[in-house]
Each structure stands twice: as structure tokens, then as C-alpha cells.
């Protein structure tokens, strides 16, 4: 027994299963979509019998479930990010330790005040207090808020560019 059309069967079970992983909490049956959409493929490629449509379906399914279900659950669920913005982003914070910036609001310790710093503008804590117009020194990043020191601008710093 054969599908009559089978890639448009695949591939709308394939989009069924795509649409019901938007209500299931398991994040499983996006493979089998996975596998369908392959079936699809396949059975568009080479003219294959229902137990090999079914054959291919199945190892698809499982194989990417194996294989991706660990990595893509991460990335859908926020909880990998991109590895390229990641790096880039470490790279930007180790650029920020030790430049120096501009303090546009004073900082009056344990209150934040702001700073400028690469045309943008920073929360910024310090342990002590940084009046408005000093340049202070970038210490660490702790998400948006930078904490920094008062520092005398020398030759050889790095400046707020």
C-alpha cells in the first residue's frame, strides 16, 4: 500500500507537529516534524514504499531527537547563546576594564550615578564618591552597570573614545 501523494503528507505532518510542539512542554515532537520533513525529502528524491517512508520517519525522528534535542532545547529556551555573541561580548567587556569614562551623573556611594563611556551611556557604582565631569576608571561589568574608580588621566591610559 502506497500514500497517494506522499510529500504533501509528509510535509504537512511535518508542519503539524511543528504547530503542536508550540503546546507541548516536552520539546520532542519538533523532531518528528524534523523526521517528516526529511521523509518528505526523501520520498521526493527516490520513489520509496510506505515501510521505508515509515523506516526513514522514524530513524530521522530519533536520530535528530538523539543527536539536537539538548543543544536546540538550550538555544530556544535562552539559555545557550550564539557562540560568536558570546565571545563578541567578552571581548567588549575586557575592553571596558581599565578605559576610562566620563562621569555625567555624580556617584554617591551606595547610590548609582552614570557615565559615558563609548558614546553610551553606563550605570556606574563605585566605593567611593566620583563627582560630575571626573573621568573614572572602568573596574568590572556586572551586566549594565559598570563599576569603576576615580582616576587621574595619564599618558598611556586608555581614554573614552
Not at 6 to 25: D, V, Y
Not at 115 to 127: C, D, T
Not at 142 to 149: K, S
Amino acid at each position: 500500500m502506497n500514500l497517494p501523494y506522499p510529500i504533501p503528507f509528509w510535509f504537512i505532518i511535518g508542519a503539524l507537529l511543528f504547530f503542536f510542539e508550540l503546546f507541548a512542554p516536552a520539546f520532542v515532537l519538533f523532531f518528528f516534524g524534523i523526521g517528516a520533513w526529511i521523509t518528505a525529502l526523501a520520498v521526493w528524491l527516490l520513489p520509496l514504499t510506505l515501510a521505508w517512508q515509515l523506516t526513514i520517519f522514524l530513524a530521522a525522528s530519533l536520530i535528530s531527537l538523539v543527536f539536537l534535542r539538548r543543544t536546540l532545547r538550550g538555544v530556544f529556551q535562552g539559555n545557550t547563546g550564539h557562540t560568536a555573541m558570546t565571545t563578541a561580548s567578552n571581548l567588549a567587556m575586557n575592553a571596558a576594564v581599565g578605559a576610562l569614562a566620563e562621569v555625567i551623573e555624580g556617584i554617591e556611594p551606595p547610590l548609582e550615578g552614570r557615565i559615558k563611556f563609548q558614546g553610551s551611556f553606563w550605570r556606574a557604582v563605585s566605593e567611593t564618591p566620583i563627582a560630575t565631569g571626573e573621568m573614572a576608571k572602568i573596574i568590572s561589568q556586572d551586566g549594565l552597570v559598570m563599576r569603576v574608580e576615580a582616576a587621574r588621566q595619564g599618558i598611556g591610559e586608555k581614554t573614552e573614545e
